[in-house]
């Protein structure tokens, strides 16, 4: 008996590390997946807070360049009116 222990021992002991490998590779593949993932969520918090902002930003821009040329039309109408009112007052002297 002592005699098939000593050569099952071997091939036992190389099948028990080979288990632990195998077992250690997949936590190390999970743990490796679930920083991934940790990171990727982080990265899509930061892109998300920044395009937020930057949307923000653009809208921002957006409406003072309306706002800029609802002025500019403003004024253009003003000298129009200005124009069309000199252009009737010379026609009646």
């Known amino acids: 008996m002592s005699a098939l222990l000593a050569t099952l021992l071997p091939a036992l002991a190389a099948l028990l590390a080979a288990l632990l490998a195998a077992a250690l590779a997949t936590l190390l593949a999970?743990?490796?997946?679930?920083?991934i993932l940790l990171l990727l969520l982080v990265l899509l918090?930061?892109?998300?807070?920044?395009?937020?902002?930057?949307?923000?930003?653009?809208?921002?821009?957006?409406?003072?360049?309306?706002?800029?040329?609802?002025?500019?039309?403003?004024?253009?109408?003003?000298?129009?009116?200005?124009?069309?009112?000199?252009?009737?007052?010379?026609s009646h002297c």
Do not use: E, P
């Open 30 to 35: 999970r743990l490796r997946a679930a920083a």
């Open 45 to 90: 918090a930061v892109l998300v807070t920044h395009l937020t902002a930057a949307l923000l930003l653009s809208r921002l821009l957006l409406a003072a360049a309306l706002a800029r040329l609802f002025l500019l039309l403003l004024f253009l109408r003003l000298l129009a009116r200005l124009r069309l009112t000199r252009l009737l007052l010379l």
